[in-house]
């Protein structure tokens, strides 16, 4: 089992920046990739983006230019550096992690930070 810890959403104004962090503990050496999602009210949960554990990233379109998922030495903390936010980014940002030969969706989710952008 692996549990998943985020923390760092909240309110902040267009323009501005935020830093999640998702650490994780238990069997860590089952994940293959951590990932970023989102999910806006009365939408869908989406990949935002999402670092292998050989350090691939893999970025949506609509942030890519603007946020940046990096980990610390030990691969135990994942972070999203989110900046220029928008309204448009205001969601419940959810850790994921993936683990081998699985999809993203099957694998483990941590509890959600809300991150809210007023304009």
């Known amino acids: 089992q692996v549990q998943l810890v985020e923390s760092g959403g909240g309110l902040v104004q267009a323009g501005g920046s935020l830093r999640l962090s998702c650490t994780a503990s238990?069997?860590?050496?089952?994940?293959?990739?951590v990932g970023w999602y989102r999910q806006a009210s009365g939408k869908q949960r989406v990949l935002v983006a999402d670092?292998?554990?050989?350090?691939?990233?893999n970025y949506a379109d609509s942030v890519k230019g603007r946020f940046t998922i990096s980990r610390d030495n030990a691969g135990n903390t994942v972070y999203l550096q989110m900046n220029r936010l928008k309204p448009e980014d205001t969601a419940i940002y959810y850790c994921?992690?993936?683990?081998?030969?699985?999809?993203?969706?099957?694998?483990?989710w941590g509890q959600g930070t809300q991150v809210t952008v007023s304009s």
């Open positions: 994921n992690g993936r683990r081998y030969s699985e999809s993203a969706r099957l694998g483990y």
């Open positions: 238990g069997s860590t050496f089952t994940i293959a990739a």
């Open positions: 670092i292998s554990r050989g350090g691939t990233t």
